[in-house]
């Protein structure tokens, strides 16, 4: 299984609400990521997970938090969210964090905040 | 800062073969990776290339040229399925296992 899956696929929220994005992988993986896309544009990475610590943070506004409840498990909380953090939420996830390691990505959930 | 610089779009015909080129301004990196991202999809990983050369894998091949600050993707036999845009992408030295991405090509394979 090579597969990672993330939850819910779209979401709309308005600057008010509080809401969460998930990610599952059953790779065994001990790295998971975080990465934000805007249209036509790369995916940039926000966070790092390594061994359930969080090893990289991007200077990400706190209206973003992150939570790895278990090695399989990824959350992104988003809390009174500005209209330009609508975007594509990719999740990732690899075997140990090392840097020559593939990245297996999950097919994101797409956010517009309104 | 580090860059990685890739044409901004590409169209071939099917059955051709296409070179999608990376130029990179960057101190330091472990190796060169390329990313297939479909529109609405994941990025997929297709090829890595750790020292200069040549990697091979099926249709795709990567290239690397350190000294040269230059790397591409070749396709070959290109098919319809193949439309999608391309992301070079490097761990730079230092930075554990952050991947930083290339501006992308958007390859288009016509009829």
């Known amino acids: 299984d090579t597969e990672v899956t993330q939850t819910p696929k779209h979401l709309v929220m308005g600057m008010t609400n509080k809401k969460s994005l998930k990610c599952e992988q059953h790779?065994?993986?001990?790295?998971m990521y975080w990465y934000k896309q805007k249209a036509k544009k790369p995916p940039e990475l926000m966070f790092v997970?390594?061994?359930?610590?969080?090893?990289i943070n991007e200077s990400v506004p706190s209206r973003f938090s992150p939570e790895c409840p278990n090695s399989s498990l990824l959350n992104l909380h988003l809390h009174a969210l500005q209209p330009e953090d609508s975007a594509l939420y990719l999740c990732?996830?690899?075997?140990?964090?090392?840097?020559?390691?593939?990245?297996?990505f999950g097919p994101g959930t797409r956010l517009l905040v309104l | 800062g580090q860059s990685l610089e890739q044409p901004s779009e590409v169209t071939a015909v099917e059955g051709a073969i296409v070179q999608i080129n990376c130029t990179y301004q960057?101190?330091?990196?472990?190796?060169l990776s390329w990313y297939q991202q479909h529109d609405g999809g994941a990025p997929t990983f297709l090829s890595y290339n750790a020292l200069d050369g040549l990697e091979e894998t099926g249709r795709f091949s990567s290239f690397l040229s350190r000294s040269d600050s230059y790397g591409y993707l070749l396709l070959q036999e290109l098919q319809m399925k193949d439309s999608a845009s391309y992301f070079c992408?490097?761990?730079?030295?230092?930075?554990?296992?952050?991947?930083?991405f290339g501006t992308g090509t958007r390859l288009q394979v016509t009829l």
């Open positions: 790779m065994g993986h001990r790295a």
């Open positions: 960057t101190s330091g990196f472990y190796g």
């Open positions: 992408a490097v761990t730079l030295t230092g930075t554990a296992s952050k991947l930083t």
């Open positions: 997970y390594s061994y359930e610590k969080l090893s």
């Open positions: 990732a996830s690899s075997y140990q964090g090392s840097p020559q390691e593939t990245q297996y």
